[in-house]
């Protein structure tokens, strides 16, 4: 239970020992419940509780041992809330939210609330096991490294590195998270990626690809300043319920009108001002709908565009077909709501743009993405405060482990995998080129995307002449990820009955111990939770936070820092891999780690967050603003609170980090920015760069390309350069050397000395031409049943992508809406995350909700024959089902349906529950939605499209 607080100062003793007088001694929270009435609705009792004034928690000294206080970041979803750990004999006794981080504010949703348990949770794993004749053995960690490890190297001699898979996690800090990425580098494989690949990899893509970096651009903690809230294809109040205090902070504020565009009326659409529900799949033909106004009115920011963007004339041609009769026909919303939304955001700017997996989950997600950007640079609101893209991520370090390249297609810092990048990180890591090189099948293979955790399982099942590497997948590693968050879990039990080998990490054995079907060659090695180890995260603004190790690992687990030692010691190359980091025992530094990060992360300024510099921002959280983030005094005076990135140059530099994304109206050393250089000078003789616009104080009043050491020579400033930072860009490239590679830092403290952003100064692109749409397009989903709309609107052809061949055209020209006629989308409850293993797991969390159900129209119900609360079968179209309840609710329009995604443990119609090893399975369980969740994947990314495919519901 939590403490009472006034004015952020503890006025009250834990719930429990106030009740003491009610109850005689201190009571649990489902005793408290049933004595007071609440449990009946009876809140009066809470009201006759008094909470008297007590100390700190640190002051006091209980007989059973003094109290320490540990301070974290909850494990969940991105907004990066602070945990106060209470901690006595080493044994977690209490949890109080940071009152003190600006994030959080002193509060916690239902799963931030409850991590406690989370840490100390009876359903973990506790020792390694595996799988013999169908029964789950002990084995001890010796055992398991050498059978496991052992049975790698047998399977590389013989199919090559690429045949072993490692899928890695959000829920690893930064540190560890890096050192995933290094053990796959090291193996010899771009056969690793994590979560983000199915959550925003889309928006990475598509918004990086506009103008520069794929993250958010602002905060949370600025939106306190928009006059506007454009939140599309989000459900905030169930997926990061403590962000919703700061939209709603804008909202009453600044009187800012809230507009919610959904095919569902969520709980986030209950606050709207406007409510716009849309066919799911047409984002891109209601944002080009909305223009239409825009652009028929005049409304557009022409100085900003004629400024910083380039190719909004192609944006022009393609919206003009947007009429409100075509974008009616299509999304299903009338012209005239949204003629009304579109003067609402002309007339309140800046406003801010948010979206989440609503919009990202598509087969064509990155032209949503690119969509939600032009729309804010056509109005101006990109790089102001008040405006932006404000993308909430999904896991608590899912912006961290994406940038730390734990992706298919990339190295640490989005270097991508070109001899270039590979010889940078060589440098960065003190090892030969050419020994990286010998640890990977070929040159092609190391230097060619992977692929992405979407598609793994099409690894193993496609016929071997078909892929594009040398075998089939053989063995895969699950370390952190839940497999019922991803599609076609039929395709992917099929895929894990062929495998040699599968492994699972985590602190808890997820679905994939029980739904492989196997009764051999399955490892579950118990991974500490985030609360047992230490080391930073990101927020999805880009902030670094420190957490403290709360606890020591409990059970037999171990951290992902020392499993990832143990497999590259059974390997042969720990002393390479971490030559450079102390490890103590078999425990790798995590100061060692985010140093030698820091060392080599320059593309996005992850090069100024030294371990002691976030340390400080942590221990100082009290005197950061709570809407600039900016620290006011103290020790940290004048540092943006976790240094969100870029934070340039080296730590020495100091500096402070960057708020805003693009934002000219501050110098880049106080952390103002422009649009980053990205894509070249000039395109078919029309100039890419900016004109006229800069960051204040710039000494170059006009754009420019991203700097090198030849242009700071053409510009006489590499005279600022110190003799080791000359001799340092000397021994890499001399004049050749740029901002991203030189280990010195030297180019970029000259440039920001100068005023200048190290990557340039360019307009960002609406037209990205290297993209299958160059311009944005609406594609109809592959499985869709508006079949008058698929000439009109065709999507891909079939091609080859990320070594596979991938099916679009194919699929799309079959007919499946008259046996599936229902839309089915899915999406998160405010009292589960991700897979729900972890949330399932937690007593406090899953008696909040405990059947897995599917919502329905009363329309769609009612011709089906379908009643409130009765047991249904949701039927896909390529032949899978699931068992659940039917909600019967005009949340979703008539023809959709919506099914949450956290659940597992059923499969079609069968308990499983006997398949997990003893007193490991969660308290809930329930049928995955993605076991009849169908085929589809975007055509950049491979992310895959789970909310616009067709169901059948039928009474059970």
Same mark, same amino acid.
């Given at each position: ?214 993250? *958010? ?270 599609? $076609? ?6 895929? *894990? ?369 379908? $009643? ?89």
């Amino acid at each position: 239970m939590l403490t009472r607080k006034t004015n952020g100062v503890a006025t009250g003793p834990r719930l429990s020992k106030a009740l003491n007088g009610l109850a005689g001694s201190a009571i649990d929270r489902r005793t408290f419940l049933k004595r007071s009435g609440l449990a009946a609705g009876g809140i009066a009792a809470a009201g006759a509780l008094t909470f008297g004034k007590v100390k700190k928690a640190s002051a006091a000294a209980p007989a059973s041992g003094a109290v320490e206080i540990k301070k974290s970041v909850c494990t969940h979803c991105s907004v990066g809330c602070t945990v106060i750990a209470e901690v006595q004999n080493g044994v977690w006794t209490g949890q109080e939210p940071g009152w003190d981080s600006p994030f959080n504010l002193g509060a916690h949703c239902a799963k931030g609330a409850s991590v406690r348990e989370h840490a100390h949770g009876e359903r973990r794993l506790k020792h390694p096991t595996k799988l013999v004749d169908g029964k789950w053995q002990k084995v001890s960690w010796e055992e398991a490294i050498e059978e496991i490890g052992g049975k790698m190297l047998e399977i590389r001699d013989s199919s090559g590195p690429d045949s072993v898979y490692w899928l890695g996690s959000a829920k690893h800090n930064n540190e560890q998270a890096y050192l995933f990425r290094k053990l796959a580098a090291f193996w010899g494989t771009n056969n690793v990626d994590h979560q983000a690949r199915i959550c925003h990899s889309t928006t990475v893509a598509g918004v990086a690809n506009t103008w520069g970096y794929g993250a *958010m651009t602002n905060s949370y903690n600025d939106i306190h300043n928009s006059r506007g809230i454009f939140l599309i294809g989000g459900n905030p109040a169930e997926a990061h319920p403590v962000s919703l205090q700061h939209v709603l902070k804008a909202k009453e504020q600044n009187n800012a009108p809230m507009i919610v565009l959904d095919p569902r009326f969520t709980r986030t659409a209950a606050h709207a001002d406007e409510y716009v529900r849309f066919r799911p799949g047409t984002d891109v033909a209601l944002v080009w709908g909305l223009l239409w106004h825009v652009f028929e009115n005049g409304w557009e920011d022409k100085e900003f565009i004629r400024q910083r963007v380039w190719g909004m004339d192609q944006i022009r041609a393609e919206v003009a077909k947007w009429t409100p009769e075509e974008t009616e026909r299509v999304t299903g919303v009338p012209g005239s709501q949204l003629r009304r939304v579109a003067r609402t955001l002309a007339n309140n700017r800046p406003f801010t743009i948010i979206w989440c997996m609503g919009g990202t989950q598509h087969t064509n997600g990155n032209n949503n993405t690119r969509a939600y950007c032009t729309l804010g640079l056509a109005l101006g609101v990109i790089g102001t405060s008040g405006g932006g893209t404000n993308i909430f991520r999904g896991h608590d370090n899912v912006q961290g482990a994406t940038d730390l390249g734990v992706l298919c297609h990339t190295l640490p810092g989005y270097y991508g995998l070109k001899a270039g990048s590979w010889k940078h990180w060589s440098r960065v890591w003190n090892v030969d080129y050419d020994y990286l090189k010998s640890h990977f099948a070929s040159k092609d293979l190391m230097e060619s995307s992977g692929v992405p955790v979407s598609r793994w399982f099409d690894l193993a099942l496609e016929a071997k002449e078909d892929l594009d590497q040398p075998d089939n997948l053989r063995a895969m590693v699950f370390w952190g990820h839940a497999p019922n968050s991803q599609t $076609r879990l039929p395709d992917m039990q099929k895929a *894990m009955k062929k495998l040699d080998l599968l492994v699972v990490i985590d602190p808890f054995p997820t679905m994939t111990a029980v739904m492989h079907d196997r009764t051999d060659g399955v490892y579950l090695l118990p991974a500490t939770t985030q609360f047992e180890t230490y080391g930073s995260a990101t927020a999805s603004n880009r902030s670094l936070q420190w957490r403290e190790a709360v606890i020591d690992p409990l059970f037999d687990s171990k951290t992902d820092q020392e499993i990832i030692y143990l497999f590259a010691q059974k390997f042969g190359f720990a002393d390479e891999m971490f030559k450079q980091i102390t490890v103590n025992g078999t425990v790798p530094s995590i100061e060692d780690t985010l140093r030698e990060i820091n060392t080599g992360m320059w593309t996005i300024g992850y090069t100024g967050q030294s371990p002691e510099r976030l340390k400080k921002h942590m221990q100082n959280q009290a005197t950061f603003d709570k809407t600039t983030l900016q620290a006011k005094g103290g020790p940290a005076d004048g540092d943006f609170y976790g240094l969100p990135w870029p934070c340039w140059g080296t730590a020495e530099m100091n500096h402070p980090g960057t708020p805003n994304l693009y934002d000219t109206s501050k110098p880049v050393a106080e952390g103002g920015l422009c649009f980053r250089a990205r894509f070249g000078v000039e395109r078919e003789g029309e100039n890419l760069l900016a004109e006229g616009s800069y960051p204040v104080g710039s000494e170059i009043t006009d754009g420019y390309p991203e700097f090198t050491m030849a242009m700071l020579q053409e510009l006489g400033w590499d005279s600022d350069l110190t003799a080791e930072e000359r001799a340092t860009i000397e021994g890499i490239a001399g004049e050749k050397t740029n901002w991203k590679t030189d280990l010195s830092g030297g180019i970029q403290r000259v440039a920001i000395k100068h005023g200048c952003a190290p990557f340039g100064n360019a307009k960002a692109r609406v037209v990205v031409w290297n993209f299958p749409d160059p311009v944005p397009l609406h594609r109809e989903p592959l499985y869709t049943n508006r079949r008058d709309l698929v000439s009109d609107y065709p999507t891909y052809e079939d091609r080859r992508m990320y070594r596979l061949p991938i099916l679009y055209k194919s699929i799309q020209e079959k007919d499946f809406s008259q046996d599936y006629p229902i839309i089915l989308t899915s999406g998160r409850l405010v009292e589960y995350e991700g897979g729900g293993d972890e949330t399932r797991s937690n007593p406090w969390l899953a008696e909040l909700q405990q059947d897995m159900f599917v919502e329905i129209n009363p329309v769609d119900a009612n011709n089906a024959g379908i $009643r409130d609360g009765q047991m249904v079968w949701v039927n896909g179209p390529e032949g899978s089902r699931v068992k659940v309840k039917a909600m019967v609710t005009e949340r979703v329009g008539t023809g959709v349906a919506f099914m949450p995604f956290h659940f597992g443990g059923h499969w079609q119609g069968e308990d499983l529950r006997d398949k997990y090893p003893a007193g490991a399975d969660p308290y809930v369980l329930g049928e995955a939605c993605n076991t009849m969740q169908t085929y589809g994947y975007d055509s950049v990314t491979n992310m895959q499209e789970t909310k616009a495919t067709l169901c059948r519901i039928e009474p059970a």
